[in-house]
Each structure stands twice: as structure tokens, then as C-alpha cells.
T-cell receptor, first 112, second 113 residues
Framework: QQPVQSPQAVILREGEDAVINCSSSKALYSVHWYRQKHGEAPVFLMILLKGGEQKGHDKISASFNEKKQQSSLYLTASQLSYSGTYFCGTVNSGGSNYKLTFGKGTLLTVNP | DTGVSQDPRHKITKRGQNVTFRCDPISEHNRLYWYRQTLGQGPEFLTYFQNEAQLEKSRLLSDRFSAERPKGSFSTLEIQRTEQGDSAMYLC???????????FGEGSRLTVL
């Protein structure tokens, strides 16, 4: 039931782009994305609620393919402040309680 | 808005002792989650509440773990007869709606010696 994230880690130079993927074996109602910096609590980035939905947040955007049960997070022209661990959280469809389950995370390091 | 607060922030205890963590969610948030996180891992679901009702408890949790949310406000997570494997960061999060974003507290770090 836990979503699977890939890659586990990625290293970028400032200005480069990255894609983080999140997939589930179950039909999804929604996908959340959070970023956690070392020693801090996870911070919300965005929620995708509908199949095929895309959202943007500055230079960070995401897509949700409901049929493939997948979501991708796109980071363009990365900045040093983007460094951290990115988690996707999924809510399975068909239930009524909206339990949010997180993946193991993707460690993103942006170097100067 | 003071955010989600957790207490204590750090707890060191000896194996076999009981510990209790408290979480104060953002006012009027009716959804409250407890997660456990170890180094290099994602938040692991423990349990969650809708107001005062506990909706689900992880099957991974033994009976040593119990959580309450009396009156749908603050919540407590108690671990009885702690074991070294319980050492982790315990995160609390609240949400204004079942499908809404989660607001996390700073966490309570437990070290069991």
C-alpha cells in the first residue's frame, strides 16, 4: 500500500532540472507532495486530486496520471533551496477515510 | 495561528519505561495524524483521528501503543514498556479536512536506552 518513489536520490547542479516519480499498486484518489529539510518537519507543496491534473508552484510542478496510478514532481531550474527529501503521499480511492500513506522519499541535493 | 505543537521535543528513556507524547493541532482542524519516522525513511502511518474518533490504527503497531484524542482537540500517544526499536521521531500532523493538506509539528524525538 505504500507508494514507491524513484529515484531514491539525485544530485543536481544549480539550474538543472529533476523529475521525481511516485507510483502505487492501488487506484488513487489523490497524491500529496511534501519537502523535508534536514532536522525539520515536512512541508506541504501541493495536492493533486484528479486524474490528469497538473499543478505548478513557482518552478515546481506536478502531474497525476490516474489511470497509471502515478504522479511526477518536476523541479526546473533548481535552486539551492530545493535541497531536501521529497515525499509523496497517496490516498487510495474507494475508501471514505482518506488515509494518507507516504513513500520512502527522494533525497535531492542541489550543489552550486 | 500557532501551528501544530508537540511536547516534549526530546525524550530519553530506559527500556521498559512508559512514555507519553502530546500534540496540539491547529485550532479547528478536525483531522489529526500520528506518524513515526526513522532516519532516511518516510513518515510511517501510526493512527489517525477524525475529531475524537480514532479511524484506524496501523497493524504494524503492537498493543503497547495507544492514542487518544479526547473532545477532538489535543491528542496523546502513549508507548508502554518501551523497546530500543521504538527509538524514532514521532510526528503529529493536522488537517482542516479529510482530503486537505497536512500541517506537521516539529516532532517528538524518542531515544530508548
Amino acid at each position: 500500500q505504500q507508494p514507491v518513489q524513484s529515484p531514491q536520490a539525485v544530485i543536481l547542479r544549480e539550474g538543472e532540472d529533476a523529475v521525481i516519480n511516485c507510483s502505487s499498486s492501488k487506484a488513487l484518489y489523490s497524491v500529496h507532495w511534501y519537502r523535508q529539510k534536514h532536522g525539520e518537519a515536512p512541508v506541504f507543496l501541493m495536492i493533486l486530486l484528479k486524474g490528469g491534473e497538473q499543478k505548478g508552484h513557482d518552478k515546481i510542478s506536478a502531474s497525476f496520471n490516474e489511470k497509471k496510478q502515478q504522479s511526477s514532481l518536476y523541479l526546473t531550474a533548481s535552486q539551492l533551496s530545493y535541497s531536501g527529501t521529497y515525499f509523496c503521499g497517496t490516498v487510495n480511492s474507494g475508501g471514505s477515510n482518506y488515509k494518507l500513506t507516504f513513500g520512502k522519499g527522494t533525497l535531492l541535493t542541489v550543489n552550486p | 495561528d500557532t501551528g501544530v505543537s508537540q511536547d516534549p521535543r526530546h525524550k530519553i528513556t530506559k527500556r521498559g519505561q512508559n512514555v507519553t507524547f502530546r500534540c496540539d493541532p491547529i485550532s479547528e482542524h478536525n483531522r489529526l495524524y500520528w506518524y513515526r519516522q526513522t532516519l532516511g525513511q518516510g513518515p510511517e502511518f501510526l493512527t489517525y483521528f477524525q475529531n475524537e474518533a480514532q479511524l484506524e490504527k496501523s497493524r504494524l503497531l503492537s498493543d503497547r501503543f495507544s492514542a487518544e484524542r479526547p473532545k477532538g482537540s489535543f491528542s496523546t500517544l502513549e508507548i508502554q514498556r518501551t523497546e530500543q526499536g521504538d527509538s524514532a521521531m514521532y510526528l503529529c500532523a493536522s488537517s482542516p479536512s479529510p482530503s486537505g493538506e497536512l500541517f506537521f509539528g516539529e516532532g517528538s524525538r524518542l531515544t530508548v536506552l
